[in-house]
Nanobody
């Protein structure tokens, strides 16, 4: 069974940095798109960034220039380097893997459990 496990969240001061990681486990043959989404209290879940298997990236306007997404296709892991963090970046960050070809499904869509990022002085 495919499972996504996030790590790296925490409390950081405004202007600080954090690096989130998300590792997909299971019998996985390939993953099309991996990405990060976030949900702040009282708001809908929103896109932060995605990256394709070939390395094509997409960022939300609110994080462009401050966030870098990357992935390791061998390790089935996606990373989110966040710099110059602001209070409005505070949210639960969720990892997503879409188009997962595994022993369980030809093309599955999976979510991690979420990791809290809090930006506060």
């Amino acid at each position: 069974q495919v499972k996504l496990v996030e790590s790296g969240g925490g409390l950081v001061q405004p202007g600080g940095s954090l690096r989130l990681s998300c590792a997909a486990s299971g019998t996985i043959f390939s993953i099309n798109v991996m990405g990060w989404y976030r949900q702040a209290p009282g708001k809908q879940r929103e896109l932060v960034a995605t990256i394709t298997r070939g390395g094509v990236t997409n960022y939300a306007d609110s994080v462009k220039g401050r966030v870098t997404i990357s992935r390791d296709n061998v390790k089935n892991t996606v990373y989110l380097q966040m710099n110059s963090l602001k209070a409005e970046d505070t949210a639960v960050y969720y990892c997503n893997a879409a188009g997962v070809h595994s022993i369980d499904a030809f093309s599955g869509d999976y979510w991690g459990q979420g990791t809290q990022v809090t930006v506060s002085s």
